[in-house]
Nanobody, 119 residues
Framework: QVQLVESGGGLVQAGGSLRLSCAASGSISSINVMGWYRQAPGKQRELVATITSDGSTNYADSVKGRFTITTDNAKKKVYLQMTSLEPEDTAAYYC?????????????WGQGTQVTVSS
């Protein structure tokens, strides 16, 4: 069984920084993509950033230049360094991964970690 566990959320003032971490565990044989989505109250879940196994990254326009996604493939971890945070960044942040187990490829989600940015 695959688990994605996020950590690092919290309350921060506007202009501050936070680093989110996500660890994947279970019978994982290969990881294709890891990433972060977020969902604010009353809004749809939206892409924040993704990173492929070969290091290619993709960012939402709203976070470009402020957020950086990195991975530690050996440890099956993904990180999101968030700087210059804005109140609009307040949301639950979800880790996701497309990965392969003995049953085949699938997309998995973590439980989410809350990020609150005060003005």
């Amino acid at each position: 069984q695959v688990q994605l566990v996020e950590s690092g959320g919290g309350l921060v003032q506007a202009g501050g920084s936070l680093r989110l971490s996500c660890a994947a565990s279970g019978s994982i044989s290969s990881i294709n993509v890891m990433g972060w989505y977020r969902q604010a109250p009353g809004k749809q879940r939206e892409l924040v950033a993704t990173i492929t196994s070969d290091g290619s990254t993709n960012y939402a326009d709203s976070v470009k230049g402020r957020f950086t996604i990195t991975t530690d493939n050996a440890k099956k971890k993904v990180y999101l360094q968030m700087t210059s945070l804005e109140p609009e960044d307040t949301a639950a942040y979800y880790c996701t991964s497309r990965l392969r187990t003995y049953t085949g490829w699938g997309t998995y989600w973590g439980q989410g970690t809350q990020v609150t940015v005060s003005s």
